[in-house]
């Protein structure tokens, strides 16, 4: 039964971090998603190290083989936290989402203008863009914009360019 | 050492990559062949197969314990979610990350506000993802416009459950 529930401690793990992001998002006015995202991760990998502790005591387990345990453990919940936290981007942000949200919101019919007033390029970039800026990602002089300090987004957006050309082939979707 | 015991960590996390660096080069070799047209199920057909076969292997020849099977096949499924993730991200262009490598070819001239939407315009930004909504079968087209179908309803209430949920504090605005 315990080795079953080492099995099953990354998915109980992930319980434990989308149970506090919601609490810590709802009951604390100072707490942004952001920042409930990452105590749910900390809580997260904190009931996986107690877990881990509690197994090995249970089970007379040497130190060097919790710590192997532990490491399995968390990749798989680091992956599981990753899957939430695009789950939360496609909640808030994704395209698709913020047309079907549209859609839906005009009781499941919209004409094409219509859909493409509420889901305009401009406003789904402009946020975007003034996001960057507001990151450090990005400045804005004299209406221009140019690369800011930070190199975050820059350095995230090349490795995808790079993993689009080994996975897919091509660097945009609209290559041919 | 002792059949399904001893080091099974070991093995769970050798199983794990081996499964996954199995399923990788299936999916890069067909994918170089010729790309299926629902990308996101044929990877996970081509991820569960391999999961499936290296489990019942590792099971009749390895005999490796059913409680570190059945960690192998978390790890395996929670790997092949998150590289789903990520390839869906690699399969569209990310407003985002086009407009921060415009900014950087740009280099110190700049970019206006107009050049980017000129680039980032509705053919670009918009209409792909609607089409991706039909190939999908979330919206049909009609007349003039376009109609939610029940899987798009499907969808979309999760998400708008979800989307109050991280944005009313409480119930609250």
Same mark, same amino acid.
């Given at each position: ?6 099995? &099953? ?81 496609? &909640? ?30 401009e406003r789904l970039v402009v946020p ?22 930070g190199r975050t987004v820059l350095t ?21 | ?12 996390l050798a199983l794990t990559a081996a ?155």
């Open positions: 039964m315990l080795k079953l529930f080492q099995a &099953v401690l990354p998915v109980s793990a992930l319980a434990v971090d989308v149970l506090v992001q919601l609490l810590s998002f709802n009951a604390f006015r100072r707490v942004s998603v952001l920042r409930s995202v990452i105590l749910g991760c900390a809580a997260g990998i904190i009931y996986l190290l107690a877990a881990e502790w509690e197994l090995a005591r249970l089970l007379d387990r040497p130190a060097r083989e919790t710590i192997s345990y532990f490491i399995v453990d968390l990749g798989a919940f680091g992956c599981l936290t990753f899957c939430y936290f695009a789950y939360l981007g496609l &909640v808030e942000s994704a395209r698709r989402t913020t047309i079907m949200r549209q859609v839906h919101a005009a009781g499941g019919f919209i004409t094409e203008k219509e859909l493409l007033r509420r889901c305009s390029a975007r863009l003034e996001r960057l800026a507001r990151k450090g990602q990005a400045r804005e002089v004299n209406g221009r914009y140019r690369l800011g300090a995230i957006s090349k490795l995808i360019t790079m993993a689009k050309l080994i996975v897919l082939g091509k660097r945009s979707e609209f290559d041919p | 050492v002792v059949p399904g015991k001893g080091i099974a960590h070991v093995r769970v499964l996954l660096l199995v399923a990788l080069v299936i999916h890069l070799a067909l994918w170089r062949i010729r790309r299926p047209k629902y990308h996101v199920k044929a990877l996970l057909k081509i991820f569960f197969a391999v999961a499936l076969v290296g489990v019942t292997i590792a099971w009749l020849k390895l005999f490796l314990p059913p409680a570190a099977l059945l960690h192998v096949f978390v790890c395996f499924v929670s790997a092949t979610l998150a590289y789903i993730i990520v390839y869906t991200a690699l399969e569209v262009d990310s407003p985002t990350l086009v407009m921060i490598l415009l900014l950087e070819k740009a280099g110190e001239d700049g970019v206006s506000r107009s050049e980017i939407l000129a680039l980032l315009n509705d053919d670009i930004i918009v209409k792909p993802r609607v089409r991706d909504l039909v190939r999908d079968h979330m919206l049909v087209p009609e007349k003039d416009g376009y109609r939610e179908t029940a899987k798009g309803r499907r969808f979309i209430m999760p998400l708008n459950f979800y989307y109050r949920l991280i944005t009313k504090r409480g119930g609250a605005a």
